[in-house]
Structure formats: structure tokens, C-alpha cells
């Protein structure tokens, strides 16, 4: 990395700290309805808590280890980490700023009330106590702490009281500290009745009724201050897959210590003392770089909740009914609609009910004879998961390709291999060192004494919920080079032997890399023989240094490029003499932008290829990904006109990056207001 230019690169935790800050845009945005503004809040707090386990903990390890090691931008780990500490303080204050200030006050005036105890009636303190006795006494361990009683071990953001105490015990103990941890069994914002709360929906926050009712824990001592506290931990998982004869026993181990990894954050509430503060951050061996002194809850996710517990519509997004294409509306017959001509589902604009359907069918086709498919991640009750499991019952060769260290879905996938194994099921990990992202299904029939292969291909996961929230596309197909190369693929992960060339689709670690690279470079010697030359690209990250450095180069030969990365990208748009020829722009909405898709005019012959990948290190040399083409015509014209064109003209919910790293809403006076993701509800779905 030495070697790059550095002041040609961004750093990628500023960037991702970027993003987060037009999430929470999101909750700032008067038009956006009150529940969905809560949820956004609750998405930022998520996304941080995140950025802590993965990123923040990461520096740490860097800077420990290797304090002089820089990224492409020439920043060390510690310097990112003092960048970005100011950065998150600042994010951190204006999200819990916006939620007090703003949305909760708001949603009181609705009929959505937080009841604070400092403001309970009689009657809700009544029935605080009530429920304090019923529900929370019974499963609270509080713990005083003395010589015989060490501080507890903390899970990972679970939640935790930290109590002041004084006076003496029944044993004559005076310790005067206790910890009371919060059972992750109970919910952490409780409904109150309608008639007791006052209003129609009244909520009472856990800390609050055992703020009002610690004094319990501790009879005949007197509590001086009670204060939640919370810690994040490093979540990344070490399994040396080279020592190990099995991974799923060794990741099952691995699994039970994650909460209990390194500290990297400690928050606070406010009100919290200095000498516990002090105490807290000994105990944790965090310094005060890594406290975070919050106005409200220490774990605002938890307040995803109520959206789902308000009946209010008008305080929501509109609902609407995924779309299906009219070829599917018309026949139960998923392989006769395929053999017509391929089929692509534009998620969640149009239904991922067709996905289902197409293994469910295979599952009980008597003519189906084998199923492959890949899982990175597809929940806890996946329709799919059955189906396949349905299959292997009934004697079809079922191989199913199981990423285990799929991020904080590691423990849904060991118990969903564990399942398909017991159907019968082949279950495979992949391949030693590299992550199977690749979203691949492959179905083998036996039609008129002749074999035929069918395909699914993705730009997102297997997972049903995700499918109603993120925007991806999805191929169906049964063109036999596109088929013969997704069982090749299928063949590599489950055997042995040399990769091969592969005829349609892109690979990584093999060719998707070098492809970019040479279909980048076409595009600049079609520019520099003075044809109209042209790339869009659209994926979560841009953070690859030599794709970045060839667009910098296709830009100066005269390539006019559009990029749409939703998150982190370390490319600089604009900057004078390297990259006028580069826009970069990001949308964020009411669906995660999630497809992947690569365009590249080639002289008019319009290559498009869509994709699991980012334009990361790690998608091209450490994962297991597949770019595929689209090749009819007709559906050429529809991801240009749903996953390009609303893109590019987007001017409600799009974001302009300035070559600093800087984004700016765009926003036109002149122009009729046009959003992507509405246009695309409009439509597709229903």
C-alpha cells in the first residue's frame, strides 16, 4: 500500500461515519413520517454499534500491533481513530438531540407517549410497581461487589445498572457498589395500559421502572445513585480454519466468547457520577476516549419495537403489495415461464415469491432430480431452508453451500446446516479462506429423457425479510452457458480441482478483478479514439485501489463515469486534473440500496453485469462472488431504466460527494421532484 498515492484515496471510516450521518438525515427530515424518522434513528444507532464491533475494534488491534502500518489514504489506526472520535460525538449528540427534542415530543402530541417517572400519576406508579414485582423481581440477580463478589462479566450491549451504595447488609458488608444486569428475556420499552396511561399508546421504559424500584434489591442500604450502562465489544470471530478438522464445532466455541471480547465503548447515561464513571472504565481497561455520555436510553435499537406495536398508519410509510412480472402472474409453472425467456425480479419493488416458488416447485417436481444452492444469509424461519430440507426427504440430490462466518448470522447457519443434514442434505462450508458471498441457485430436470438446468442468480441474500427491505435484483434462467458456468461454480465449492475458464460469469477470486480492470480500460481506448465512452456503477463500496486508480485514469482520457455507492468510498469525485469526468453520488431511502450492477456503453453494444460483490478488496481476492450478464435485450433496457436512469436523476433522495468526502443533499427548484425508489413503487408494485 505504500507505494499508492495517498492523497488520491479517502479513509474508509470516515466515510462509513459519512453515511451514518445522512442516515440519521433521514430522522431529521420533516416529510419522512414520525414512526419511520424513530426507525431511522434506531438504524443509526445499529449501524454505529457495528462500526464499533468491526471497525473501531479493529483500529485498536491495528494500532497495538502495527502503530505505523497507514491505509491507502496514509492515515495509521490511530490517526483514523482520533479523526473519527470528534466525528462520532458529534453524530452521536444530534441523533439523541433530534429523538428528545424533536421526534418524541412529536409523537406525544400523536398519542405515542414515553411516560418518564419523574411524571407518573398515582395510578401509573401503582402499576409500574405492580409489574416491577410480577415481571422484573423475580429474575434479577443484583450483585454487590466486595472480595468474595468480583465485578460480572458484561455481555456485549446488553444492558447493566450501575448502583451506589450505602450503609451496611444483613452480613455487615458495605461495599457500596452493586451491578444489576438486565435479563435479555425482557423487553426494554413496555406497553402501559390505555386507561392507566392515558393516552393510546403509553410506553415505560425498563430503566425506569428499576430506576424507581432498585431501592428493592437492596433492603436496609441506601442507593445514592443508580445509572444504566452499556459495552460494546470487538465481535470479530478468530477461527484458524487451516488448524481445525471441523468448522462448525470450532465456530460453535468461537461463538460463546463473543460477548465477551475485547471492550472498545462504554456508554453512560448522563447523570452518571464521575467516581462510577472512573470505576466503570477501570473495570472495562477503556480509557475516556471510548466513554460516551448519552441524554436518554443507552441502547436506542430497542426502540424498533414500537413502530410494530402502533397501529397508526398515517404515522408510517404507505404499505403497497410487491408487484409480480405478468409472465409469472399467468402460470404456476415456473420452469415453462423460464424456458420462454429469462426473468428478472426487481426486489422489493416486485415480489420475492417467485424465488420461493422456484425451489418449493423443484422440492416436490417429480422430474426434478438435484437442487444446489448457496446461503450466506437467510434468517431463523426460512420457507427455503424447508423447502430444501422437503427435497433431501424425498430423495432429490439436495447440496447446499453454507457460509458459516456470515457476520452476526453465524449461529442461524450452524443450526440451519445442522437441519439439512439431518433431511439428508450434502452440506458444505465453501472453501478454506474464503467467504461463499455468491447468490446462487441451481435446479437439475430431466425433461423429454434430456437434462435441462435452470438457475437463480442474485444480487442479494436468500432471506425473506431483508427481500421486503433491501433493493436487489434477481435472474432466472435456463441459458445453458450461463447454467453450465454456475455448476461449475457449484462444482469447485463442493470438490477439488483447477479453476476453469468460466464462459458468461465473472468469479472472484479468479476474474472478476481482472475483468473490471480490462472492460475500465476499453472504455479509455474507446475514449481515446474519440468514441463516446461511458461507465455507471452502481454497490454498497467503492474501496479497491486499483479499480480506483483506473477510473481516475478512464476519467482523464475522457470517460464519462457516474458511480452510486450507497456507503463507504474512498474514490475522490471532481478533484482537477485526476477525476472532472467522475460523479459519485449516494442515495438513501426508505429501501437499502443494495444491487450491484456495472454498465459499460463498449462502443454501443451496452455490456451490463449485476452482482454480490462490492468493489472491495475482500469481494475481489476473498470471497467466493459471481458478476452475471444480462444478455436478452429486453432486460438490458429494464436495468438501465430502473436500476440506472431513476438513479442518475434522482433529486430527493440522492446525496453529491464532493472530493473531500463531504455530501450534499441534491436538491433542484427547477427540476420536477424525482425519487428511484418512489418512481419504482409506482411503478412495479401494487
Known amino acids: ?263 472498545v465503548r462504554l456508554e453512560v447515561a448522563d447523570s452518571c457520577s464521575a467516581e462510577m464513571i472512573n470505576f466503570l472504565l477501570q473495570q472495562f481497561n477503556l480509557k475516556h476516549e471510548d466513554l460516551y455520555q448519552v441524554n436518554g436510553l443507552v441502547n436506542l435499537v430497542r426502540l424498533m419495537q414500537i413502530p410494530d406495536q402502533v397501529d397508526r398508519p398515517e404515522l408510517k410509510f404507505q404499505p403497497y403489495t410487491p408487484g409480480t412480472p405478468a409472465a409469472l402472474a399467468k402460470t404456476e409453472d415456473m420452469f415453462a415461464v423460464i424456458r420462454k425467456g429469462d426473468v428478472l425480479l426487481h426486489h422489493p419493488f416486485q415480489s420475492f415469491q417467485p424465488v420461493i416458488d422456484f425451489i418449493t416447485q423443484a422440492a416436490t417436481d417429480p422430474s426434478v432430480l438435484a437442487i444446489r444452492q448457496t446461503v450466506y444469509r437467510t434468517g431463523t424461519d426460512s420457507k427455503l431452508m424447508e423447502a430444501l430440507m422437503r427435497a433431501a426427504q424425498s430423495g432429490k440430490e439436495v447440496t447446499v453451500v453454507v457460509e458459516l462466518m456470515a457476520r452476526f448470522d453465524e449461529e442461524a447457519n450452524i443450526d440451519w446446516a445442522g437441519k439439512l443434514e439431518q433431511a439428508g442434505a450434502h452440506v458444505v462450508y465453501g472453501v478454506v479462506g474464503y467467504k461463499t458471498h455468491a447468490k446462487m441457485a441451481l435446479v437439475v430436470r430431466r425433461e423429454q429423457g434430456v437434462l435441462r438446468r435452470y438457475v437463480h442468480l442474485g444480487t442479494g441474500n436468500y432471506h425473506v425479510r431483508t427481500a421486503r427491505l433491501y433493493t436487489d435484483f434477481g435472474l432466472f434462467t435456463c441459458h445453458e452457458g450461463i447454467c453450465n458456468d454456475v455448476n461449475e461454480v457449484f462444482t469447485q465449492l463442493t470438490g477439488l480441482g483447477s479453476a476453469t475458464h468460466l464462459q458468461h460469469l465473472l468469479q472472484s477470486p479468479f476474474s472478476l478483478h481482472s475483468t473490471m480492470l480490462t472492460l475500465i480500460q476499453r472504455e479509455i481506448e474507446h475514449a481515446r479514439a474519440g468514441k463516446p465512452a461511458r461507465i455507471f456503477a452502481k454497490m454498497n463500496a467503492l474501496l479497491e485501489p486499483k479499480v480506483i486508480l483506473a477510473l481516475y485514469e478512464a476519467s482523464q482520457a475522457g470517460v464519462e463515469i457516474d458511480l452510486v455507492v450507497r456507503g463507504a468510498c474512498a474514490l475522490k469525485p471532481g478533484h482537477v486534473g485526476l477525476s472532472e469526468n467522475i460523479r459519485v453520488r449516494s442515495v438513501i431511502g426508505r429501501f437499502l440500496e443494495h444491487t450491484r450492477i456495472t454498465y459499460f456503453f463498449n462502443d454501443g453494444a451496452e455490456d451490463i453485469y449485476l452482482s454480490s460483490a462490492d468493489w472491495m478488496d475482500r469481494n475481489f481476492f476473498r470471497r467466493i462472488e459471481v458478476a452475471f450478464p444480462i444478455l436478452d435485450a429486453r432486460l438490458k433496457k429494464r436495468v438501465l431504466q430502473e436500476g440506472v436512469k431513476p438513479y442518475l436523476k434522482d433529486n430527493m433522495q440522492a446525496w453529491e460527494m464532493d472530493e473531500m468526502g463531504n455530501y450534499t443533499l441534491r436538491r433542484s427548484r427547477r427540476a420536477q421532484p424525482s425519487s428511484a425508489q418512489l418512481m419504482l413503487l409506482g411503478s412495479l408494485a401494487k
Not at 451514518?20 to 433521514?26: D, T
Not at 419511520?36 to 485498536?60: Q, T, Y
Open 1 to 263: 500500500m505504500s507505494a499508492l498515492p495517498t492523497d488520491h484515496f479517502l479513509n474508509r471510516e470516515l466515510s462509513l461515519l459519512a453515511f451514518n450521518e445522512r442516515v440519521l438525515a433521514q430522522a431529521q427530515d420533516s416529510a419522512m413520517p414520525l414512526l419511520e424518522r424513530l426507525k431511522f434513528i434506531c438504524i443509526v444507532s445499529s449501524n454505529m454499534d457495528e462500526f464499533f464491533e468491526v471497525r473501531m475494534a479493529g483500529l485498536k488491534e491495528r494500532a497495538a500491533i502495527d502503530p505505523h502500518q497507514t491505509s491507502p489514504d496514509g492515515m495509521t489506526a490511530k490517526q483514523t481513530i482520533q479523526s473519527a472520535e470528534p466525528r462520532i460525538r458529534a453524530l452521536v449528540d444530534r441523533q439523541y438531540e433530534v429523538l428528545n427534542s424533536d421526534i418524541l415530543p412529536q409523537l406525544a402530541e400523536q398519542g405515542v407517549r414515553f411516560l418518564r417517572r419523574n411524571h407518573w400519576n398515582e395510578a401509573q406508579a401503582d402499576w409500574v410497581r405492580e409489574f416491577f414485582f410480577r415481571e422484573l423481581m423475580p429474575v434479577l440477580t443484583p450483585i454487590g461487589l466486595d472480595p468474595s463478589h468480583p465485578f460480572p462479566r458484561v455481555l456485549n450491549k446488553s444492558l447493566n445498572f450501575a448502583v451506589e451504595l450505602s450503609g451496611r447488609d444483613a452480613f455487615g458488608r458495605s461495599s457500596g457498589a452493586a451491578v444489576v444486569q438486565a435479563p435479555r428475556s425482557l423487553p426494554r420499552v413496555i406497553r402501559m395500559p390505555e386507561a392507566i396511561a392515558g393516552c393510546e399508546y403509553g410506553f415505560v421504559f425498563l430503566s425506569s421502572i428499576l430506576h424507581a424500584h432498585v431501592n428493592e434489591l437492596f433492603v436496609g442500604m441506601c442507593v445514592e445513585g443508580c445509572y444504566q450502562f452499556r459495552v460494546t465489544r470487538n465481535s470479530e470471530l478468530f477461527v484458524d480454519e487451516e488448524e481445525i478438522k471441523n468448522l462448525r464445532d470450532a465456530l460453535k466455541g468461537e461463538l460463546s466468547q463473543r460477548n465477551f471480547g475485547d471492550a
